[in-house]
């Protein structure tokens, strides 16, 4: 789910709209991230991990090493019969009680290997600890607990959905059942069943209705605390349920009007809505109360662009660089919309300014080309394009067909023009499915 783009969401999701609609960058799936997970950056090829002795293996060869030497201890100190049998009996008691205590210890230490698992980024092999340690205590709900955590961040939501129901069928405790369900909701909600998504936060929201008090102020906004209100916000969004949207939108402001990202929320609902000047008191609201909240700015340029007040938009990109001057999206929006208003070169200026600060903006680099084609420069537009084909998405390349065929439109005589279009036909780009779906 990308929370931060309006407008950005449906060209998005089917391929259509111009470079202007996806000049953002592409989408961000972003998810609640469980509270208790702090997943360090890995290689992406780990050396592969030596096989761990599990604690049967281990305790069995304490148990042979502490016989061995307790029966040469006895050899040498010529121990009685007498002796021998009442130590042989104090260690068969103490051996009975580590049986008796086993359990609770092979729990804590697949709890422990787990734990170590998800800190390196390795969820499926702490979902095999999980497994273990339900299979030494199936009554308690910990362990349905934590692997769903690990089945939700390895995106496997209908085996966390199963242990989340376990874990309503097993606890009476009603923190755990309100968290429960809320991670249910989110489960059934990213897997696509939103009816159910919402009424599981619903029911959270009934045994604990105390929204957050704060949220973390991000550069972004995307604030990834867990909430039943934001979960069954975007729910509602997705299922076009508008009106109830906005009524968890509202709670969330209710609860903390000093946070950014909240504002930025209920301004995409608005727009969805149709109530743009709702919208933009939102988008101003989030970045007068954080001044680098650079997706406020991005949100009320892309209403004002589809309004068709491009120079509006360029007044408002041109506060966004101010803001974030060292930001290469907000330097090449501010490139893409001197393009809209016809001051080509500045716009080329711009855009290479932007690529300095970060080649990777790939959308930038379509939009250098067709600048550079408009001017007739095929040799410049050429090259700017080949790079972009090779690197970027397919949602970049078809925005990037649409904004050439309209210049097209405009100049229908030009060979540059008429050149990039045969080039971006001949290099189409894959479409990779998506996780989830934007509202």
């Known amino acids: 789910m990308d929370f931060l783009n ?51 293996q281990i305790v069995a060869e304490i148990f042979t090493q502490v016989w061995a030497r307790f ?12 002796k021998l049998l009442w130590m042989a009996g104090a260690t068969a008691l103490l051996m009975i009680g580590a049986h008796w205590a ?16 998800e800190n390196r980024g390795d969820e499926q092999d702490a979902i095999g600890e999980y497994t273990q340690m339900i299979a030494l205590q199936p009554r308690n709900p910990e ?16 085996q966390a959905i199963a242990d989340e129901t376990q874990v309503q069928r097993l606890t009476t405790n009603p923190q755990q059942r309100a968290k429960s369900l809320m991670w249910r909701g989110y489960d059934y909600d990213l897997s696509g069943d939103h009816a159910r998504g ?17 949220y973390a102020q991000t550069a972004d906004a995307s604030d990834k605390t867990p909430d039943a209100h934001k979960g069954r916000l975007w729910a509602y969004w997705r299922s076009k349920q508008y009106l109830l949207a906005a009524r968890d939108c509202d709670a969330l402001i209710a609860a903390d009007g000093r946070y950014a990202g909240s504002y930025l929320i209920r301004g995409r609902l608005r ?15 989030a970045y007068r109360r954080a001044p680098h909240l650079l997706p406020a700015y991005l ?22 660089l101010r803001a974030n001057p060292s930001s290469a999206v907000a330097l090449g929006n501010v490139g893409w919309f001197l393009y809209a ?99």
Not at 299 to 320: I, S, W
């Open 6 to 56: 309006f407008g950005g969401a449906t060209a998005r999701s089917d391929g259509r709209g111009a470079v202007s609609t996806f000049r953002h960058g592409p989408a961000v799936v972003d998810r609640p991230v469980p509270p208790q997970l702090d997943i360090p950056t890995i290689s992406p090829t780990p050396p592969p991990r030596p096989p761990r002795p599990s604690l049967d």
């Open 71 to 82: 029966r040469l201890v006895l050899a040498q100190r010529g121990l009685s019969s007498k």
């Open 102 to 117: 086993y359990p609770s210890v092979a729990f804590t230490s697949h709890r422990t290997a787990a734990q170590s698992d």
């Open 143 to 158: 362990g349905y607990i934590h692997r769903a955590l690990a089945y939700y961040t390895a995106f496997q939501y209908g």
């Open 198 to 214: 919402i009424t599981d936060f619903t029911a959270s929201l009934a045994i604990s209705p105390r929204v957050p008090d704060t």
């Open 271 to 285: 727009c969805s809505m149709g109530n743009t000047g709702g919208a933009r008191t939102d988008f101003e609201a």
């Open 299 to 320: 949100n009320l340029e892309n209403m004002l662009e589809k309004q068709g007040q491009p120079r509006q938009a360029l007044d408002v990109a041109q506060a966004a």
């Open 341 to 439: 208003v016809g001051s080509v070169p500045e716009a080329i200026a711009d855009d290479q300014r932007a690529l300095s600060l970060d080649g990777s903006q790939d959308w930038v680099r379509y939009n250098l080309g067709l600048a550079f084609a408009v001017r007739g420069d095929w040799p410049q537009a050429q090259a700017a394009y080949l790079v972009a084909v090779r690197q970027a998405t397919h949602v970049e390349w078809s925005g990037a067909v649409e904004e050439v065929r309209q210049a097209l439109a405009r100049q229908p005589q030009s060979q540059a023009l008429q050149r990039v279009d045969a080039l971006l036909r001949s290099h189409p780009i894959t479409v990779m499915p998506r996780v989830c779906s934007d509202p």
